[in-house]
T-cell receptor
């Protein structure tokens, strides 16, 4: 149980183009999904928190116009990197939270998407 | 400010050599401490959640414990397939829903 998928697993694009990454919870409904970014040999950096049907909450320093997040349903959230540049190249990981018996939520992570911008 | 520090940064063990990973935390009201395993190029895999001091959880060769200031991940008789980066994260009352991650401990188990 608690399986999260991401698509695509990797993508290469040209500078200036936009890229959309999908995050799906396969066997549960997630009221909240999170988007992280991870650079080589570093830990996860939270970019934004996404709740179904409402606007995402972005962390300080994350450009909301560049990283568009849509949480259209309880099982799908998308991250669109607009006008991508080489410095946006990174490993993007989503997670979906599941309530654990009233003690709070547990986040389950997707397999990640490797974005390379040329 | 909530903070998580993991040590050591890297650990090399021989197969069968037991050891412990440390996660020290400072939070304003702990609402859960989480351990994840991450393999290279993959997303973190959930291992354990601990909520209160004295709590312990076990899974195969792994055992997680929690005090008011730190958590330990004990690895008993590790195998090469236990090689991975182990991440510790906390959730606090002031950061509802968010996880604050440590930098991780990269474990290498040699046969």
């Amino acid at each position: 149980g608690a399986v999260v998928s991401q698509h695509p697993s990797w993508v290469i694009c040209k500078s200036g183009t936009s890229v959309k990454i999908e995050c799906r919870s396969l066997d549960f409904q997630a009221t909240t999904m999170f988007w992280y970014r991870q650079f080589p040999k570093q830990s996860l950096m939270l970019m934004a928190t996404s709740n179904e049907g409402s606007k995402a909450t972005y962390e300080q320093g994350v450009e909301k116009d560049k990283f568009l997040i849509n949480h259209a349903s309880l099982t799908l959230s998308t991250l669109t990197v607009t006008s991508a540049h080489p410095e946006d190249s990174s490993f993007y990981i989503c997670s979906a939270s599941v309530t654990s018996g009233g003690r709070g939520d547990t986040q389950y992570f997707g397999p990640g998407t490797r974005l390379t911008v040329l | 400010e909530d903070q998580v520090t993991q040590s050591p940064e890297a650990l090399r063990l021989q197969e069968g050599e037991s050891s412990s990973l440390n996660c020290s935390y400072t939070v304003s009201g702990l609402r859960g401490l989480f351990w994840y395993r991450q393999d290279p190029g993959k997303g973190p895999e959930f291992l354990f959640t601990l909520y209160s001091a004295g709590e312990e959880k076990e899974k195969e060769r792994l055992k997680a414990t929690l005090t008011k200031k730190e958590s330990f991940l004990h690895i008993t008789a590790p195998k090469p397939e236990d090689s991975a980066t182990y991440l510790c994260a906390v959730r606090s009352r002031s950061n509802t829903g968010k996880l604050i991650f440590g930098q991780g401990t990269t474990l290498q188990v040699k046969p």
